[in-house]
């Protein structure tokens, strides 16, 4: 966990359920691999809310992983999403997981808007700010049959964007959408 020196908040949330969702992910073979249908997800909500950067992404105790992952570039190669995005415009699929806001959304389990990361001094200080430029972000908790909060759908901007009550409710239907698809695939043993 992070804690800002200057102001004591608690930027990365404590995690409890973090070794549940591990073993829940393991279960569901998530979490290590890019997923062709994840990916298309990632296209697909990129495409609903005009976002440049979407990801269905996978949380575990240290690490962010996008199994899904849509960038304005489509590259995404590598290992460390600030040092791909600073030296080639390319973006990773994995982040440190004091970076972002998707660690929160899993935590609170709830959906997150933050129209300008800088209106909020909580999370104005998130390293993502300075290192990579993300200025507005979107996101709502996967939570499966289980109860257990997977990861995050979510989409990025590097500038501020009026996401509103209806960026809100988009985003928490297509989380849905996609626990729903989760589902199917378990059942069929996929």
Not at 3 to 16: A, S
Not at 174 to 184: F, P
Request: with cysteine; glycine share 10%.
């Amino acid at each position: 966990m992070m804690y800002d020196p200057t102001g004591h908040l608690l930027l990365t949330p404590i995690d409890p359920e973090a070794p549940a969702r591990v073993r829940r992910l393991s279960e569901l073979g998530f979490g290590d691999r890019p997923d062709p249908d994840f990916d298309r997800f990632a296209d697909h909500l990129a495409a609903v809310t005009g976002a440049p950067y979407s990801m269905v992404n996978f949380i575990d105790e240290n690490r962010q992983y996008f199994a899904g992952l849509h960038t304005p570039s489509g590259a995404h190669k590598g290992c460390d999403l600030t040092a791909a995005a600073a030296s080639s415009g390319a973006v990773s699929r994995f982040m440190a997981r004091d970076h972002g806001y998707c660690p929160h959304v899993v935590v609170r389990r709830k959906a997150l808007v933050l129209e300008d990361v800088c209106d909020y001094p909580r999370f104005a200080g998130n390293p993502v700010v300075d290192e990579i430029g993300i200025r507005s972000y979107l996101g709502a908790p996967l939570i499966d049959r289980t109860g257990i909060a997977l990861g995050t759908i979510c989409v990025v901007d590097t500038e501020p964007r009026p996401w509103g009550r209806a960026g809100l409710e988009t985003i928490k239907t297509l989380a849905a959408e996609l626990v729903g698809q989760i589902h199917r695939r378990e059942d069929r043993g996929i």
